[in-house]
């Protein structure tokens, strides 16, 4: 199946928080892959990538209608976007930092360029131990991210969960055991969507993410 003829769904919100931050969605697909090294047509996309986004670029981005929709969400949540960064500058500041968007393999790399040319966040996870499709949620009382010995989470955090459990915080950590290793045959690819960015942008990051998963030379 090509990227084209992916058909992004929407995970669930919980009510409460829909309310209070109108236009967050989640859209998810489901694509069978299994994690490489990445090919030479990643490795040159990468490295596209690199010229565009140099320091100027880097300072201007922020600006823009996506990043900057993305930095409006963080503050409404209560991260200050410019110590906690968003996903696309968070990436950029790495690529000042090394040189270069720096090959991870897939599908590290999927994500990545799914979330540079887009602005989208964009995740991966192991469909396989996911169990229906992910949704946002808050919090709920001294609820933990992991065992007994995990720290308690704040009230009314922003949560990423599945039918059974907490999967990891919104841009932020994930549970042990969502790693993706050997043993992955189908990866689930997430695009997080707040006010401001259009769906199509984020249906978008889906397609390039399973494109560079696709990518075979």
Do not use: C, K
């Amino acid at each position: 199946m090509s990227a084209l003829e992916l058909e992004p769904r929407p995970g669930w919100v919980e009510p409460d928080l829909a309310a209070e931050l109108p236009g967050l969605e989640v859209l998810q697909v489901t694509v069978a892959a299994r994690p490489r090294r990445s090919p030479r047509g990643v490795h040159q996309r990468l490295w596209t990538l690199s010229s565009r986004f140099n320091g100027p670029r880097a300072i201007a981005m922020r600006r823009e209608p996506v990043p900057a929709a993305y930095r409006a969400f963080f503050r409404q949540i209560g991260l200050d976007p410019d110590v906690t960064r968003t996903p696309v500058e968070a990436a950029t500041l790495e690529r000042m930092r090394a040189g270069g968007f720096r090959s991870r393999g897939l599908p590290h790399d999927a994500a990545l360029v799914a979330t540079v040319e887009t602005g989208v966040a964009t995740q991966v996870l192991d469909a396989g131990r996911v169990e229906g499709d992910v949704g946002l949620r808050l919090a709920g009382p001294r609820e933990r991210l992991g065992g007994e010995g995990a720290p308690v989470l704040s009230p009314g955090q922003v949560l990423m969960a599945d039918a059974e459990r907490p999967l990891g915080t919104l841009f932020g950590d994930l549970v042990d055991g969502l790693v993706i290793d050997r043993s992955t045959e189908a990866m689930v690819l997430l695009a997080i969507r707040v006010r401001g960015v259009p769906r199509v942008i984020a249906e978008e990051a889906l397609w390039i993410a399973a494109e560079v998963l696709a990518t075979e030379a």
